[in-house]
Nanobody, 124 residues
Framework: QVSLVESGGDLVQPGGSLRLSCAASGIIFEIVGMGWYRQAPGKQRELVAA???????NYLDSVKGRFTISRDNAKTTVYLQMNNLKLEDTAVYYC??????????????????WGQGTQVTVSS
């Protein structure tokens, strides 16, 4: 059974920094993508940053230059370094992991997993 454990959310003042972590366990096949989404009250969930298996990264325009996504060498933990935080970054942040591969029977397996969410509040 796959489990994603997030940590790092907190209350921080504008201009401050936080680092979110998400550790995946129980993965059998390959993790082909990892990412962070966020959802603010009354708004849709949006992709903040993503990293693929070949380390290609993608960022929401509003966080470019402030946030950095990275992984550990084992590629089972993803991080989101958030600098120069703004009031509008306040949201619940969710980790997302995409696992895929081929079974012994030749069937394709693909699945998305979500963390439980971690609250990031930027307030003075």
């Amino acid at each position: 059974q796959v489990s994603l454990v997030e940590s790092g959310g907190d209350l921080v003042q504008p201009g401050g920094s936080l680092r979110l972590s998400c550790a995946a366990s129980g993965i059998i096949f390959e993790i082909v993508g990892m990412g962070w989404y966020r959802q603010a009250p009354g708004k849709q969930r949006e992709l903040v940053a993503a990293i693929t298996s070949d380390s290609t990264t993608n960022y929401l325009d509003s966080v470019k230059g402030r946030f950095t996504i990275s992984r550990d060498n084992a590629k089972t933990t993803v991080y989101l370094q958030m600098n120069n935080l703004k009031l509008e970054d306040t949201a619940v942040y969710y980790c997302n992991v995409n696992e895929s591969g081929w079974t012994k029977n030749g069937k394709y397996f693909g699945e998305d997993y979500w963390g439980q969410g971690t609250q990031v509040t930027v307030s003075s």
